[in-house]
């Protein structure tokens, strides 16, 4: 790598872990739709916002060399970001988020 | 050098992308939070803005509004925009060239390469 790729590799590094608190607060909520969604349970705010965080990662993960957290987070966006998903496609959900946080947070 | 303007309502993507443009293309970036703060960055800065990145998905004005919004203020109208979407489904890809803006970029975006990107898309040689 050029002296101007690495410098901007170490910032990228300072970014992602300076914004690693908000990412665990993100996969918090994704976690809480996803037990609500398993319990029959999930409520409209509840999906539209795990909607926006899973659109929200799937932008951005790939930009911090997560790119397999960003296709995760693509599958999660793409099975929620309509109103009354159904149950068979909410099924999948709760693995789904597992595999983001293993994708993003191995050490976790 | 270039100087581009950044809008995109979250704070992640527009650090990192303002610190890649400057860090590897040395460019000028400003940046904004909203299409409302945007425009009046837009508006501030014409002297020599060389394009304007702009994220389609924000709360309020979104991306598109933001853009047909600057293409009817004579003043920034030819300011090259490029769209910055994480849709990447084809009816999302169709709708967002046909709205004429210089070019649409997905996220997420790779740092090392985002400026060679924007370069590419505005035929940029320097």
Redesign the interface.
């Known amino acids: 790598m050029s002296e101007a790729e690495d410098k901007t590799a170490a910032l990228l590094q300072q970014v992602w872990l300076r914004n690693r608190p908000m990412v665990e607060e993100r996969l918090g909520r994704l976690d809480r739709a996803a037990a609500a969604a398993a319990a029959g349970t999930l409520a409209e705010e509840l999906r539209k916002e795990a909607a926006e965080i899973a659109h929200k990662f799937a932008g951005s993960l790939g930009m911090f060399g997560y790119d397999h957290g960003s296709r995760v987070a693509r599958k999660i966006e793409l099975l929620i970001d309509y109103p009354a998903p159904d149950a068979a496609r909410l099924s999948a959900l709760t693995g789904l988020t597992v595999e983001l946080r293993k994708a993003i947070l191995p050490d976790a | 050098m270039r100087r581009i303007l950044i809008i995109d309502d979250?704070d992640?993507?527009r650090?990192?992308a303002a610190?890649?443009l400057e860090?590897?293309a040395g460019w000028e970036i400003i940046t904004a939070g909203s299409g409302a703060d945007g425009i009046r960055a837009a508006v501030d800065f014409k002297p020599g803005l060389d394009a304007v990145l702009l994220d389609v998905?924000m709360p309020g004005m979104d991306g598109p509004s933001t853009f047909r919004l600057m293409q009817q203020n004579p003043a920034i109208a030819g300011i090259p925009v490029l769209l910055l979407?994480?849709k990447?489904q084809g009816v999302d890809r169709r709708r967002f060239a046909g709205l004429g803006v210089a070019a649409v970029l997905f996220?997420?975006?790779?740092?090392?390469t985002l400026a060679s990107q924007i370069s590419e898309a505005l035929g940029w040689k320097d």
Request: aromatic share 6%; charged share 20%.
């Open positions: 979250e992640d993507i650090e990192v610190l890649s860090t590897i998905m979407t994480a990447v996220k997420p975006f790779n740092p090392l």
